[in-house]
């Protein structure tokens, strides 16, 4: 049975942490770019910015665990949906501040 759990939260977990936070992502964008002062890439970096307190509200796998399987399972979903939109947030911050071609991680 541990086995099995091991099995299931590896893949969410290593998913979670191999997307940069949008704020880090931002950071590695060259402000000389000729979009980088757009109005949509100033309003998608001050999104990145708040991103990360909304973030923390999620439910963790340590207090998922208290609930028992359903907690776990939740929790997992959780932050499933959190790594899906820092990608998707990272992609569309790609698309309107940089002329670079979109990275493989972010396709």
Known sequence: MKTRCLAVLMPVALAACS???PSEYAASLSPQDP???SA???K????????????KQ?????AGMLGGPYGL???LAGK???????KQLARDMHQ??????LPKSLE
């Open 44 to 55: 998608i970096r001050a999104a990145a910015r708040d991103y990360e307190a909304g973030e």
């Open 80 to 86: 499933e949906h959190q790594a899906k939109k820092r």
């Open 19 to 21: 997307t940069p936070q």
């Open 58 to 62: 999620t439910l963790s796998f340590s």
């Open 40 to 42: 949509e890439c100033v």
């Open 96 to 101: 309107n501040c940089s002329s670079l071609p």
């Open 73 to 75: 399972g939740i929790a």
């Open 35 to 37: 979009k980088w002062r």
